[in-house]
DNA sequence: CCTTGGACTGCAACCGGTTGCACAAAGTAT
DNA sequence: ATACTTTGTGCAACCGGTTGCAGTCCAAGG
């Protein structure tokens, strides 16, 4: 059916083995025998069975990249790149949606874990003990989240956070909400430290609630309740979610109360007001984490650990405090 | 290292052709044999190779999913709704991202070719001929392309840009600017059958143009050199790029223009003005690709062609053209 | 001239499963 | 009791590559 290693072998009168060589060990053949099996492979359109070359390997030059949501739009940025720089590697990508169960997370870790190299782990919602059960069975590369020994790639949320805090101070805020996600999530941990460690300001947690837009409306109520005139959201569906939640309450952003989100995803730049939010390097990720990963099935070396920049992006969802803009217009 | 099937037979005292039956063919061994042995491989944590197994069998269980551009948010609901069916067969995707460029899809399809057991072609930039020769090489499916002898998955643009032509005319729009996408494009197509058919309202073309925001705001300038009072978009991104492009040179929609787009993506519920779009069924779409991908792997059956309605969803972005709003309130 | 070593290449075992075939045991028909 | 099925299992070849080992050829060194 399809061309083999041994149809190239026959076709160009040299044993399989050369073939094999000509592609994975050049420097083991001729010079010229290796063009002329090369140029007959090419014309016989042969390209290597991966699945074969795995097995005596050991290596399947496949990663499995999971995340707990792909419609999540602070996903598909991550995805791409970690496929596109996967692809640089010679490396291809199966991609998982956990649906933001712990135990389709750890069930797909099972079944995939003979079939790659090594697994991207995004945002798992895994405990760090499963988590490091399952390494003994496979290298992982976590995205936000810190466990220690495994390589990871983390993007500085608390900067950010701690940033947007003192964005909102400097309009004179006083009293904030933060509005969280998901429970036990390592960002959601990192944005409640810098709260817990802002001066000049009062932060009250409303949460957990669902990382998208729905859990954003549904929080709106509490928001209010809150007494707070600021709001830091866990990321930038949940504050899409807030926004419209609070504009059907008769309650104006940046007006009224200010918002700011999390991950600069496409619709925080399309929305009206646009957001302001943490712009997280999501591509970066995607990219420096798939290096990692190849590099640490490929060596032995100590576990990495990458720390991304994030930047606070100042739009059109925050303003001064309500009381303060009547005070500076008389 | 990882426990293998060999592993399991000596465990449990049987030969691997028992312990491989016991998995792949049931029927042909005793019942209590079988609880046996899957019980010692329970035990052990064994997981078949897939590798292996498709080494013998011809069938990876993998498909390919190759899409222009993971981060346009018309795909991630369909990726994620594939990769959920395809899990329920019990197969495993590989996502590609071709950057918009037919040779990278191409090229992607060749490598893809061997490792999987067919292929989704998600709104393909190559061309018919292109994709018919690779058809030798592995089983495809399309969607949004009709392909003869080909199964695909097609959702109904034309009918959706149809009853948005009528739903503006109805408000009075005479004129429309129908802002197209990449050129070829099979939507872009049906779309603009659907306008050359409309009765009662004058479609004018502005494009190509890209299917991103950016498109769209670099198309507003020609739109508003158009003279059309409403506007049809190749997708929401472009309608929400194009608004915004509208918004700088201080002309509103839906007050001065209206404008429609195409998918329903999340931003589209989220910005203000909530856009009036055509609904694309895409997690339908993905699902019944895959059913299709999977059965047409296993059988000969006649290319199945499935086609999904679409809903024209009306939200705040159109409404009255302008002259007959100020008629209708005097 | 013989030895040594390097550069190539072939041979064959092996990776982890699957599957056609042979065969034994047990059940059924005659 | 004999012949014929049926059922369950083992044997071994095979899928398409990789790789350790051995053998050949030739150039350089002694």
Redesign the pocket.
Known sequence: ??V???DVARAS??????V??A???P?????E??TRVLAVAEGLG?R??RA??A???GRTHNIGLIVADIANPFFPPLIKAAQAQARVHDYHVYVADTDEDPRTEEELIRTLRRQVDGVLLCSPRLSNRAIERLREDVPFVVVNRRIRGMPAVLMDVGAGARRALEHLAGLGHRRIALVLGPRGSWTGRRMRAAAAAAREVEVVVVGPNAPTEQGGLAAAERVLASGATAVLAYNDLVALGLIEGLYERGVRVPEDISVVGVDDIGAARLNRPKLTTIAMPTAAAGRIAVDLLVQSAAERAAPTVASLDTELVIRESTGPVAGRRAAGAP
């Open positions: 059916m399809a083999t290693i041994r009168g040299v044993h399989v083995s050369t094999s060589r592609f994975s060990a420097h083991l053949v001729n010079a025998t290796r042969y290597p069975n074969a070359r097995l005596t390997t």
